[in-house]
Structures are given as structure tokens and as C-alpha cells.
């Protein structure tokens, strides 16, 4: 049952990805006008699909099929004490006769022939160590499979705080590159009006040297949040396992000057 819940799983995960990752024709994004709420799949939709792919995870399950097996077979080896044998031979053999008839003495006779011997039977042991040990055999096996669910378990949680930190960061960077974006607008804006009232003489040197400050922490400013975006981005794509067929661009600040 639980190998079919997994395949079905699996198999919804791959119906959606024809329009999230799989799709011919990229989805365009405009980063400095759309949501990219709006533009990724389902955050359980990711979840699902880190979980089908993380190799951690596979290990787990993996353990947990080792360890069931471990079991059954320490259940069972009790059957290693019963069993039958047989054993077959052939050959030349020497054979010795006597012969007592009364009223004479005994005489020998020797002969050889070309024969199979065979024999077969069963057998029945009572090791005391495997009789005594064998509850507590099964027991630590028995506890080698719920440490092993829990490990599974564990692994699984942690694939999704990732997954789900990892979503909220891809969200948080695009907000903050959209606000360095405006910011950035508005001081380049100012800087055009500052160039201006230089030009005639309206502000002095520090205050034109001030304002072109202020643009130049802007740009650097709008480079990191740009560079946070795109990494943020990218983990989220190793993390579910396939990438997200986004298409879109981060203009640098001289391409949006």
C-alpha cells in the first residue's frame, strides 16, 4: 500500500509539471510589474516534488526496507535448526562376507562392485544461545525499523521547513528587489534635478556630491538585492528538483539607467 501511495504521488507531481516546469513555452515574468506569488506552482506542489526527489529522503526509505527485511529474516531463522539431507555416492566398493554354515569352519569372502549408495533424512536442532536469544533478536530488529521510520520521518520534515523557508525567501527577495527598483527610480530622478540646479548655480558642490551618493548606495543596494533574488531562486530550484520554467530577467542598473 505504501509503494502504491507513493506512485500515485509521484504521478501527480508529474501532471503538474507540464505548465510549471516541463512546458515548451517559458511563462513570461516581468519582475518589476507581476507576483511571483502568482507565478510558481503550489507550495505543497513543491513539497511533493522535493520529497519524490531528495536523495536523503530516498536513502531513508530505502534503510526502512533493509531494516523490515533484517526482521523477517530474524523472524524466520529459527527454520536455519529444521531441515533434510540426503547424500548420494557412487563407486567401486569392497564388500566382506562370512560364512558361518554349521558343521564348518567360518570362512571370509571379499568382492568389490560398482554401485550408488544413497541416504536421506531429518533433522532437528536445539541451539540454546538462538532459543534464548532469538526474542531479543527480533526486538532489536523490530526497533531498528521504528528508528529507521522516525529517521524517514524526520528527513521528510526537514525537506519541508526547507521547502517552505526556502519559498518564503524567493518571495521576500522579489519584494525587496521591487522596492530597490523604485528606490532606485526616484534617486535617479533627483540626481536629474540636482545635475540641473547645479548646472545654474541653484545647489552648491556637496549638495549635487551628496544626491550622487545617495544614487550610487541605490545601485549597489539594487546589485545586491538583484544577486539575493536570483540565489534564492536557484536553491529553491535544487531544492524541489526540477527547474521552474520562469522566463525572466533582472535588468543590471546600467541597463535600467
Given amino acids: 500500500m505504501k509503494y502504491i501511495f507513493n506512485l500515485l504521488n509521484l504521478i501527480l507531481i508529474l501532471l503538474s509539471l507540464p505548465f510549471y516546469g516541463l512546458a515548451q513555452e517559458p511563462v513570461k515574468f516581468d519582475l518589476m510589474k507581476d507576483n511571483i506569488e502568482?507565478?510558481?506552482?503550489?507550495?505543497?506542489?513543491?513539497?511533493?516534488?522535493?520529497?519524490?526527489?531528495?536523495?536523503?529522503?530516498?536513502?531513508?526509505?530505502?534503510?526502512?526496507?533493509?531494516?523490515?527485511?533484517?526482521?523477517?529474516?530474524?523472524?524466520?531463522?529459527?527454520?536455519?535448526?529444521?531441515?533434510?539431507?540426503?547424500?548420494?555416492?557412487?563407486?567401486?566398493?569392497?564388500?566382506?562376507?562370512m560364512n558361518t554354515a554349521e558343521g564348518q569352519s567360518p570362512s571370509n569372502f571379499a568382492t568389490q562392485t560398482n554401485q550408488f549408495v544413497y541416504g536421506a533424512g531429518a533433522y532437528i536442532k536445539f541451539p540454546i544461545f538462538d532459543i534464548l536469544n532469538r526474542k531479543n533478536q527480533v526486538d532489536l530488529a523490530k526497533f531498528e525499523v521504528g528508528q529507521a521510520?522516525?529517521?524517514?520521518?524526520?528527513?521528510?520534515?526537514?525537506?519541508?521547513?526547507?521547502?517552505?523557508?526556502?519559498?518564503?525567501?524567493?518571495?521576500?527577495?522579489?519584494?525587496?528587489?521591487?522596492?530597490?527598483?523604485?528606490?532606485?527610480?526616484?534617486?535617479?530622478?533627483?540626481?536629474?534635478?540636482?545635475?540641473?540646479?547645479?548646472?545654474?548655480?541653484?545647489?552648491?558642490?556637496?549638495?549635487y556630491t551628496r544626491i550622487s551618493e545617495i544614487v550610487s548606495r541605490a545601485e549597489a543596494d539594487f546589485e545586491t538585492a538583484r544577486a539575493d533574488f536570483i540565489t534564492s531562486f536557484m536553491i529553491l530550484e535544487e531544492i524541489i528538483g526540477y527547474k521552474l520554467n520562469l522566463n525572466y530577467t533582472v535588468n543590471t542598473v546600467n541597463e535600467n539607467h
Fill in 38 to 97: 502568482t507565478m510558481l506552482p503550489p507550495l505543497e506542489t513543491l513539497i511533493d516534488s522535493a520529497l519524490t526527489n531528495n536523495p536523503n529522503v530516498k536513502f531513508r526509505d530505502l534503510q526502512i526496507s533493509v531494516n523490515e527485511n533484517k526482521l523477517n529474516a530474524d523472524r524466520s531463522q529459527w527454520a536455519r535448526n529444521v531441515g533434510i539431507q540426503s547424500d548420494i555416492r557412487y563407486g567401486t566398493f569392497n564388500n566382506f562376507s
Fill in 149 to 207: 521510520q522516525s529517521m524517514a520521518a524526520v528527513q521528510r520534515n526537514e525537506v519541508r521547513q526547507s521547502v517552505v523557508v526556502q519559498y518564503n525567501q524567493v518571495i521576500l527577495t522579489h519584494r525587496l528587489l521591487r522596492n530597490k527598483s523604485k528606490y532606485i527610480e526616484s534617486a535617479r530622478v533627483n540626481m536629474e534635478m540636482a545635475e540641473n540646479e547645479f548646472h545654474n548655480g541653484v545647489i552648491p558642490i556637496g549638495e
